[in-house]
T-cell receptor
């Protein structure tokens, strides 16, 4: 158990819909990262927040947005969903903001768009 | 863009044989991390390398960081069935983003 909690574990929805994925980081971790992993693919970095502020942005689509709340949990919003958005979405947390420390990953949210 | 190449993509080995995966970058890295993802699981941190030429060992696993800090390798001696999974390197180019390699999927033949 990494201490990072992600909900929901599985989500099935239709094209054009909007979903929200939630992540609670490990206690004490201020950094939250979102990654996308498509079938048999690597991990694509989407976005990072540190203590409520956006810290770094990766290949995140304009249809996607995220935020980190004062209690440090984070939400990833995916809208106007397309078939190609079907993937496993991981949240990770760390103590430090600058990728010099270990990332602790949650178990992921598997999104299926039909 | 800044990318890290990881090879091989797949590796099938007999139990007891050795296994190596390599990561290469055209750009000098600040540090590199290695993660293991079991089938159906999530990535789990293995180690971080920071210094040029650094070598670290964890039981049967040996991690190396190249002298120029542009490449890294993970070597497993005498593989066991518990080693099954996908091994990812994750490169820090010093730009606040951790770039993961494409991973090497290791399959063990009993």
């Amino acid at each position: 158990d990494s201490g990072v909690t992600q909900t929901p574990k599985h989500l099935i929805t239709a094209t054009g819909q909007r979903v929200t994925l939630r992540c609670s980081p490990r206690s004490g971790d201020l950094s939250v990262y979102w990654y996308q992993q498509s079938l048999d693919q690597g991990l694509q970095f989407l976005i990072q927040y540190y203590n409520g502020e956006e810290r770094a942005k990766g290949n995140i689509l304009e249809r996607f947005s995220a935020q980190q709340f004062p209690d440090l949990h984070s939400e990833l919003n995916l809208s106007s969903l397309e078939l190609g958005d079907s993937a496993l979405y991981f949240c990770a947390s760390s103590v430090v903001p600058d990728n010099t420390g270990e990332l602790f990953f949650g178990e992921g949210s598997r999104l299926t768009v039909l | 863009g800044q990318q890290v190449m990881q090879i091989p993509q797949y590796q099938h080995v007999q139990e007891g044989e050795d296994f190596t995966t390599y990561c290469n970058s055209s750009t000098t890295l600040s540090n590199i991390q290695w993660y293991k993802q079991r089938p159906g699981g999530h990535p789990v941190f293995l180690i971080q390398l920071v210094k040029s030429g650094e070598v670290k060992k964890q039981k049967r696993l040996t991690f190396q960081f190249g002298e120029a800090k542009k490449n890294s390798s993970l070597h497993i001696t005498a593989t066991q069935t518990t080693d099954v999974g996908t091994y990812f390197c994750a490169a820090n180019f010093g730009n606040e983003k951790l770039t993961f390699g494409t991973g090497t999927r290791l399959t063990i033949i009993p």
